[in-house]
Nanobody
């Protein structure tokens, strides 16, 4: 079974950037939807960004539109989230998710902490 490992989180000042990576232990070729979610303390998990294949269409939460970019590299079995112009309200645990929308099967990563603070 495919397993996901996130990395790239950490502490960054407001206005800074981070790139999160989500590496899969196996092929992600058959997973047609991949996304990043986040959960802040006391809040529900929310979808941040998602990318679909074929075609590579993406969608973003309004709160991150224009600042975050999701991408995937099938050859490396990796999904990325480039986060720019970070704000304190972006502070959360970020989770990677991959899904086969035609079956509903999905896999979650363990999460990586992102803290935006001066």
């Amino acid at each position: 079974q495919v397993q996901l490992v996130e990395s790239g989180g950490g502490l960054v000042q407001p206005g800074g950037s981070l790139r999160l990576s989500c590496a899969a232990s196996g092929s992600i070729f058959t997973f047609n939807a991949m996304g990043w979610y986040r959960q802040a303390p006391g809040k529900e998990r929310e979808l941040v960004a998602s990318i679909f294949t074929p075609g590579g269409s993406t969608n973003y939460a309004d709160s991150v539109q224009g600042r975050f970019t999701i991408s995937r590299d099938n050859a490396k079995n990796t999904v990325y989230l480039q986060m720019n112009s970070l704000k304190p309200e972006d502070t959360a645990v970020y989770y990677c998710n991959i899904r086969r929308t035609y079956t509903g099967f999905e896999v979650w990563g363990q999460g990586t902490q992102v803290t935006v603070s001066s």
